[in-house]
């Protein structure tokens, strides 16, 4: 009898297999070689006495698993975090919210949505002082645009959940705490759970004061729990990245409350068969994730309907998932196949999964047989009959490779409403077999928007700088926090077959006239007292203007608080367009590659003073630094305020690109939006809608085309 101690998985997400030493590695040597069928019932005992006691040492009540209005999370099978830059999700056209139409799409790719996680703020945070608050306020419509969306959701039957993040301290300083802030907008949207960004466990401050306000919402920390008492009102939880052993793990919250669900969340996986069948062999929820920080990292086909099956299973089944007495490891009939049972009253459900890259054929499981229970293979959606044996009833069942399969048995007079239907409907979706779809993942093609030619101009029209036809080698890398070096990373040129992070190509350049210095406050006040220009998204439009005009003494700063739509706008009347990327760089780079506009080496005088308090600073008058000129003479390129320059779109998000950095360096956090002073680095800015786009440490500068 094997005996197994597990006082030491406090601290881990996941516990030990067995036929495995307590703390033995996920290793890949020998495993064929372990017996889980032989020592799992002991496993399985001990671990029993583990739960009771380690229940008593977290004082655990479970009276929230029992609150009907926060139930709703033990059947939140399928979960995404969503960008509010998804074009899916907004329409920068028609500018609204087009909800339906984004779970149009997900219901026909995987089967739809139980929740939602409407994301706003990073990678975007940090630009300027708007702290995680504002970023909410400053969506399309404010709140109440929020609420629209969340309640275009509730008609959907999908639950809405909003971010919270405790790292946000080097933005604009909030006069509530951040549980307050967060429960204030919750009651405001109808939101109904709170997702806690690097949170290992919302502290109970969240929880508390959406009650009180009568709102009660779900938590869901997006790290595993650290502290187990935690689990009492955190009755949900993300789940990460799970390790490929051939022995599927075992969640180990699950395990101490099992009406606790988690949402696994795996967001860089390509191929997502191992987390699925996770989630499957656990009777738990997958992040359904895709538009990770405007990257796409699109479920495959295979995968796609792979959770659509999964979760058609685990919605029909919902109540038995939730089962006190589930057990991991039930006795399988060939090696490499792993079940779980869940009982609950007169039907049992048994989750099956092929760990084994080739097909597992014929008899699969045993199980305790009573007279006149009905079998039900809910995978392929049919009744089976047994072949009996004794006192035990003995199933075949084909599961394909790294497949899948569901037995479900039904006791005599159990109520069987609606599973003719089910079953029906899972015959239809077996029709299809899931190696018959393709695994293969790929990157999502970004197109850059055209910029028309201006009129040609035979020399450089006032306050711009004639920069000469030459060759140019246009290097230059994102600087996104994440997404390493995939592909579908930063922006696509049109000389690329996908995004990538990094890009390089010789040009011949030829001549152009660009702004020496970025666009002023009065240049702009000219324009809109000449246009009358008024756009029709006005949130945040020239925010640090008073009365219609710039504050005094900032006549010879640069504008600020313009959107894209609005840059465009001024280009347009002055004759003019924004750069292209590669006119920007070359004009302050010249062909010597240089990383700085004066040189190779970094100089504090060429650029503004850094500022690193929590408020948006002061931009610098474009004549202030000389010594930055770049070999051609254009001034205030680096360190003063972002440029905008060119535009990419792909079938969901819209992101610019922007050069040259500014002096706003928010502490405290490496998540801010990071900066890009090297002239061989950008930001991407992701778009949604010119009141949440808009940022008062963005300008803009532009060009006029050559004869």
């Not at 920068?92 to 997900?106: E, G, I, S, W």
């Not at 997502?272 to 699109?298: P, T």
């Not at 000469?468 to 930063?490: H, L, R, Y």
Request: net charge negative; proline share 7%.
């Amino acid at each position: 009898m094997a005996e197994f101690k597990f006082s030491h998985v406090t601290t881990q997400r996941y516990l030990p297999t067995p036929g495995k030493a307590p703390g033995w590695p996920f290793a890949e040597i020998g495993h064929w070689k372990m017996d889980v069928n032989g020592t799992a019932d002991d496993w399985v005992r001990d671990l029993l006495d583990w739960r009771r006691e380690h229940l008593v040492r977290i004082g655990y009540d479970d009276a929230n698993y029992r609150r009907p209005e926060l139930q709703w999370a033990q059947r939140n099978f399928v979960h995404a975090q969503m960008m509010v830059e998804d074009r899916f999700f907004y329409d920068p056209v028609a500018c609204d919210y087009t909800v339906d139409r984004y779970l149009d799409d997900l219901e026909a790719r995987f089967g739809g949505l139980d929740s939602v996680l409407i994301w706003y703020v990073y990678p975007n945070i940090g630009i300027d002082e708007r702290n995680q608050t504002d970023l909410a306020h400053d969506l399309p419509g404010g709140l109440a645009g929020l609420k629209r969306a969340v309640d275009a959701f509730h008609r959907r039957g999908v639950k809405v959940f909003l971010p919270t993040k405790p790292w946000d301290h080097g933005t604009r300083e909030h006069p509530q705490k951040d549980w307050h802030a967060i429960a204030d907008i919750v009651q405001a949207v109808g939101a109904d759970g709170i997702n806690g960004d690097t949170y290992n466990g919302v502290p109970r401050a969240f929880f508390d004061a959406c009650d009180v306000r009568g709102c009660p919402v779900v938590l869901q920390p997006e790290s595993t729990i650290s502290c187990e008492e935690q689990l009492i009102w955190n009755v949900q939880s993300w789940g990460k990245k799970v390790p490929p052993d051939v022995v599927p793990v075992v969640a180990k919250f699950k395990w101490l409350e099992p009406r606790h669900m988690i949402n696994l969340e795996n967001r860089w996986s390509r191929d997502r068969n191992n987390d699925l069948q996770y989630c499957f062999f656990n009777g738990v929820g997958y992040n359904a994730w895709e538009n990770v920080w405007g990257i796409w990292n699109g479920l495959t086909p295979r995968d796609a309907e792979t959770l659509r099956r999964v979760a058609a299973i685990s919605r029909f089944c919902a109540p038995l998932l939730v089962s006190q007495d589930w057990r991991p490891y039930a006795a399988t009939l060939q090696a490499g196949v792993f079940a779980s049972r869940f009982p609950g009253g007169d039907r049992s459900l048994w989750t099956l999964v092929n760990r084994h890259e080739t097909t597992a054929d014929g008899e699969q499981l045993a199980v305790p047989h009573a007279e006149g229970t009905r079998y039900f293979d809910l995978w392929n959606g049919f009744e089976v009959t047994p072949r009996l044996d004794g006192t035990e009833a003995i199933f075949s069942a084909r599961l394909e490779a790294r497949g899948f399969g569901a037995l479900l048995a039904v006791a005599t007079g159990a109520d069987a409403t609606g599973l003719p239907d089910f079953l029906a409907g899972m015959q239809a979706l077996a029709a299809v077999p899931l190696r018959s779809l393709s695994a293969q993942w790929q990157p999502l093609p970004q197109q850059m928007v055209p910029v028309a030619a201006t009129a040609p101009q035979a020399h450089a029209p006032e306050g711009m700088v004639e920069i000469p036809a030459g060759d140019f080698d246009f290097a230059v890398g994102g600087v996104e926090i994440e997404g390493q070096t995939w592909a579908g990373n930063d922006v696509q040129y049109p000389w690329e077959d996908s995004p990538r992070r990094g890009h390089r190509r010789r040009m011949a350049m030829k001549r152009f006239f660009i702004d020496r210095t970025p666009v002023t406050n009065a240049q702009f006040k000219q324009f809109i007292d000449a246009s009358g220009y008024r756009p029709a998204d006005a949130h945040h439009f020239l925010r640090h203007w008073q009365q219609g005009a710039p504050l005094a003494g900032w006549d010879d700063k640069p504008v600020t608080w313009v959107a894209l739509e609005d840059a465009r706008a001024y280009a347009a009347w002055a004759g003019k367009r924004l750069p292209r990327e590669w006119e920007w760089q070359y004009a302050a780079q010249g062909s010597d590659g240089r990383p700085y506009p004066w040189g190779s080496a970094w100089h504090a005088a060429a650029v503004p003073t850094p500022h690193t308090g929590r408020d948006t600073p002061v931009p610098a008058s474009v004549h202030a630094h000389p010594q930055g000129a770049s070999p051609f003479g254009v001034l205030d390129l680096v360190g003063n305020v972002w440029q905008w320059t060119d535009e990419f779109h792909d079938t969901h998000t819209r992101a610019a690109v922007l050069r040259g950095g500014s002096r706003y360096q928010p502490q405290t956090s490496h998540w801010y939006f990071p900066q890009a002073y090297r002239l061989d680095q950008h930001g991407k800015y992701l778009l949604m809608a010119p009141c949440k786009d808009r940022s008062g440490m963005l300008g803009f500068r532009c060009v006029v085309d050559a004869a």
